[in-house]
Structure formats: structure tokens, C-alpha cells
Nanobody, 121 residues
Framework: QVQVVESGGGLVQPGGSLRLSCAAS????????MGWYRQAPGKQRELVAT???????NYADSVKGRFTISRDNAKNTVYLQMNSLKPEDTAVYYC???????????????WGQGTQVTVSS
């Protein structure tokens, strides 16, 4: 009923940039918070950034000043612009969307399948 699909990952050199995109599609009634999380090998999944439907943002300290989250409410899409990338940013990046689907009118959180970001020279 709902799909959350990320794109834009890849291999980049330290200091480089990448832009991730995530689109939620299906029978969506309303979308609330959307966000990005990441999980490096051997580590727990951690928050990267979130954004409310009103545009209020929240960032992990480790990415403040380097990453920018934004969204297009009409398209149920969230973006993550990542600049000045470091090797420690290497991880699988997951998108999530807090939304209500039409069939249940219940608010739930949906996750994407993840996209790999590798920062290496």
C-alpha cells in the first residue's frame, strides 16, 4: 500500500558531496515527519536528520553544518544534501516517513530499503 524508496547513494571521495532522495508513494492520506537515519557496519542505526511537514528540522551533531534536509510536501519526497563528506559518514542511509494511509487512517512509520553511501579515496 505504501512504498518508501531511496536513491542517490554511491561512492564519493572525502570532501565531496552527494544528494539523497526519498519518495513515499501509495494510498497516502497525510505525511508528517520524514527523516534520514544511517547504520554503519557493526553499529546501531542512528538519526541523521528529520523534518516536519512545516519545515522544522533537527540534525545530529555530527552532521550539523554539512548536511541539509529538505522536503517537497506535494510529492511526499525528502532530500538530504550531504557536503564535506568524511569517511565516517560511510553507512547505509535509510529514509523513514511518518504518515497516515487511506485504508486504515492510522498513523504509522514506514522505512525504505536503504541506500549505501561510501566515502573513500
Amino acid at each position: 500500500q505504501v512504498q518508501v524508496v531511496e536513491s542517490g547513494g554511491g561512492l564519493v571521495q572525502p570532501g565531496g558531496s552527494l544528494r539523497l532522495s526519498c519518495a513515499a508513494s501509495g494510498s497516502i492520506f497525510s505525511t508528517y515527519v520524514m527523516g534520514w537515519y544511517r547504520q554503519a557496519p557493526g553499529k546501531q542505526r542512528e538519526l541523521v536528520a528529520t523534518i516536519t511537514s512545516g519545515g522544522r528540522t533537527n540534525y545530529a551533531d555530527s552532521v550539523k553544518g554539512r548536511f541539509t534536509i529538505s522536503r517537497d510536501n506535494a510529492k511526499n519526497t525528502v532530500y538530504l544534501q550531504m557536503n564535506s563528506l568524511k569517511p565516517e559518514d560511510t553507512a547505509v542511509y535509510y529514509c523513514n516517513a511518518d504518515l497516515i494511509i487511506i485504508s486504515t487512517m492510522r498513523r504509522d512509520t514506514y522505512w525504505g530499503q536503504g541506500t549505501q553511501v561510501t566515502v573513500s579515496s
